[in-house]
């Protein structure tokens, strides 16, 4: 008897192939929905191609901020000579950043790629900034933040109504929440990208998002009026997978949502 794996059939043919190999199709409509439909990708992400925070920074945070680096065709980021995500992620990046329009720098080519699949706007995570999530230097991790937002606001006003930025704020003091939500909002984002995994605080002590020391950060949150974001990614898996490990992946990331 075959095995059953000999007998899967894949569609389309030979599988879908990586992301950076697709092209849109739709010509501008979407099969199947009413005429006027607005298609909102509320999932998409974007790289970051150029180097803001070591640009942007003042002349005393410069060394403390990562830099923005092209490596193997992934766009990432690297803390002097140490990158600053792990390969696995590097490789995912790998399929998607050689794409044209995947990436801050080509954001004209980005709206016609999305109109040529019949996308009339997007709301776009960042990729290789999930790796300051984690990062030590919390004073760099909020200017970094701070920097990209004002970047996102220059990307929307160059496609206002199409593309919309989730922006990134301090989640780990009262003070700070409330001091990059209200910039945030000032400058025009709509939403924000909160952690799964709270990471630690300044005294390096886990954070735990339902203490009490956490009350000032939701009420900022509450006062701006801003919704919260939260995405996949964050819980890579803890043992070797030399099968299908991306897919293993993918389905391992609920597990930080089941969690929350």
């Known amino acids: 008897m075959a ?3 000999d007998t899967l059939q894949l569609y389309p043919p030979g599988g879908p192939g990586a992301p950076k190999d697709r092209h849109g199709h739709a010509e501008g409509t979407v099969s199947g929905l009413p005429a006027g439909t607005k298609v909102f990708s509320a999932d998409n992400h974007i790289s970051l191609s150029e180097d803001i925070f070591f640009e942007r920074a003042p002349d005393s945070m410069k060394d403390r901020v990562p830099r923005v680096v092209n490596q193997d065709d992934a766009w990432t980021m ?3 000579d140490r990158p600053l995500l792990p390969p696995g992620f590097t490789g995912v990046l790998m399929q998607y950043d050689p794409l044209p329009g995947s990436s801050t720098g080509d954001l004209d080519t980005r709206l016609a790629q999305l109109e040529g699949d019949g996308v009339t706007r997007e709301l776009a995570f960042p990729n290789a900034l999930l790796g300051l999530m ?3 230097d919390l004073e760099a991790r909020e200017l970094s933040f701070r ?6 606001a220059e990307l ?6 199409r593309f919309y930025g989730v922006g990134l704020i301090n989640w780990w003091d009262g003070d700070g929440a409330r001091r990059t939500l209200t910039e945030l909002k000032a400058l025009g984002i709509t939403t ?5 995994k709270a990471g630690n605080n300044a005294d390096g002590k886990a954070i735990d998002y339902n203490s ?7 009420e900022a949150v509450e006062e701006s009026g801003l919704p919260v974001s939260h995405h996949i990614g964050e819980g890579m898996i803890s043992a070797p997978c030399a099968q299908n490990g991306y897919a293993v992946s993918m389905v391992h990331n609920a597990a930080p949502f089941r969690e929350m």
């Open 78 to 80: 690297n803390v002097g």
């Open 134 to 136: 984690g990062y030590p």
């Open 212 to 218: 009490r020391h956490m009350t000032p950060v939701w």
């Open 156 to 161: 929307q006003a160059r496609a206002p109504g």
């Open 192 to 196: 924000f990208w909160l952690p799964l």
């Open 147 to 152: 920097i990209y937002n004002e970047y996102l």
């Open 3 to 5: 095995r059953q794996a």
